[in-house]
């Protein structure tokens, strides 16, 4: 049986040789896909999928709990089941490291 996924994971793997060679480069590149995400006004749910996972990885904590308080951001995600578990994660991360009620 074929793994429908090996495609997938070879091109990540090239892309990541060729573009992201060490750590250094690839948090330079999340920090940049933050910065495009945060700027990004016309879909919010593309957002959503892409702008928290960034500001975690590149350890922006403060830009992280701004985007998510926002109301708009909080009820959104937190009405919709594809974000509540991410939202829960985000949460306990942000915790250590700002006092959050």
Not at 56 to 85: G, H, I, S, Y
């Amino acid at each position: 049986m074929r793994n429908r996924d090996a495609p997938v994971k070879t091109g990540k793997v090239t892309v990541e040789r060729r573009w992201l060679p060490n750590e250094s480069g690839s948090e330079a590149v999340r920090r940049q896909l933050a910065d495009y995400f945060a700027g990004r006004r016309d879909t919010f749910a593309r957002k959503a999928d892409e702008l928290p996972w960034l500001l975690a990885r590149t350890n922006q904590w403060t830009p992280l709990k701004d985007f998510l308080t926002e109301p708009q951001t909080l009820v959104q995600m937190r009405n919709k089941q594809r974000w509540e578990l991410e939202l829960h994660g985000y949460w306990i991360q942000l915790k250590q490291y700002h006092d959050l009620q």
